[in-house]
């Protein structure tokens, strides 16, 4: 009978080492301020980045979820390991944010530019022809068709680019749909996996319970003489 305080005791180092080593885990990383960007290379290259660094962290999640698998305190690994992906996906998404903002922002900026800019060219073009004096009458009867102004024509041709990007906006929307659809496709993919070998292993350590249950059964059993 007094084998069960040297099990008990044996149990609590166990218990002790494993804990340790879950907790040396590193912190996740933190979601610091996104610098601004300054032009829209640097902008186009941080989204870039972003998609590679997206993959990158699914694939650190993916070796430290198998990691954790093997240690004794599974859930207190996995928690952490999805802590530390969940700021990892939150920083990048920041990045992203502030990258399309400012992609946005530049656009809106240089078509006010543009639409300033004709339109003081179009009154300037308008008081220059009002300050000219009146041409004599023709003897011709042959009346010519009034010239375009060319101020009128730019201003068609930004009317028509402002309404090709509303055209597209509906298809910009549903590439972002399709995006958040694949993002939540593969962590339900991820998820499953974690239950489907949590299952395995609550049923390895079953059986072995149950095989060593029967071993000391047949151990405790009189030996017939």
Same mark, same amino acid.
């Given at each position: 009978?007094?084998?069960?305080?040297?099990?008990?005791?044996?149990?609590?180092?166990?218990?002790?080492?494993?804990?340790?080593?879950?907790?040396?885990?590193?912190?996740?990383?933190?979601?610091?301020?996104?610098?601004?960007?300054?032009?829209?290379?640097?902008?186009?290259?941080?989204?870039?980045?972003?998609?590679?660094?997206?993959?990158?962290?699914?694939?650190?999640?993916?070796?430290?979820?198998?990691?954790?698998?093997?240690?004794?305190?599974?859930?207190?690994?996995?928690?952490?390991?999805?802590?530390?992906?969940?700021?990892?996906?939150?920083?990048?998404?920041?990045?992203?944010?502030?990258?399309?903002?400012?992609?946005?922002?530049?656009?809106?900026?240089?078509?006010?530019?543009?639409?300033?800019?004709?339109?003081?060219?179009?009154?300037?073009?308008?008081?220059?022809?009002?300050?000219?004096?009146?041409?004599?009458?023709?003897?011709?009867?042959?009346?010519?068709?009034?010239?375009?102004?060319?101020?009128?024509?730019?201003?068609?041709?930004?009317?028509?680019?402002? !309404?090709?990007?509303? %055209? *597209?906006?509906? /298809?910009?929307?549903? =590439? #972002? @749909? &399709?995006?958040? +659809?694949?993002? $939540?496709?593969?962590?339900?993919?991820?998820?499953?996996?974690? !239950?489907?070998?949590? %299952? *395995?292993?609550? /049923?390895?350590?079953? =059986? #072995? @319970? &149950?095989?060593? +249950?029967?071993? $000391?059964?047949?151990?405790?059993?009189?030996?017939?003489?």
């Amino acid at each position: 009978m007094t084998s069960h305080p040297v099990l008990r005791g044996v149990a609590i180092v166990i218990a002790s080492v494993a804990l340790a080593a879950c907790s040396t885990v590193e912190p996740g990383p933190s979601v610091a301020a996104v610098e601004p960007s300054t032009s829209i290379a640097q902008a186009d290259t941080r989204l870039a980045a972003v998609a590679t660094e997206r993959a990158a962290i699914e694939a650190r999640f993916a070796e430290r979820e198998a990691v954790c698998y093997e240690k004794f305190f599974v859930n207190n690994c996995l928690d952490e390991a999805k802590e530390r992906r969940r700021a990892a996906l939150v920083a990048q998404r920041n990045i992203e944010i502030e990258a399309e903002r400012f992609k946005r922002r530049l656009k809106v900026e240089e078509r006010d530019r543009e639409i300033a800019a004709a339109d003081a060219q179009f009154k300037a073009e308008e008081a220059a022809l009002a300050a000219q004096p009146p041409a004599p009458p023709r003897e011709t009867s042959a009346i010519a068709p009034p010239k375009p102004s060319p101020a009128a024509a730019r201003i068609a041709r930004r009317n028509a680019k402002a !309404r090709e990007e509303a %055209a *597209r906006a509906p /298809e910009d929307a549903a =590439k #972002a @749909a &399709a995006n958040v +659809a694949a993002f $939540e496709e593969r962590k339900r993919k991820s998820e499953q996996r974690q !239950r489907d070998v949590a %299952a *395995r292993k609550a /049923e390895r350590e079953a =059986k #072995a @319970a &149950a095989k060593k +249950a029967n071993e $000391e059964a047949k151990a405790a059993a009189p030996v017939g003489k």
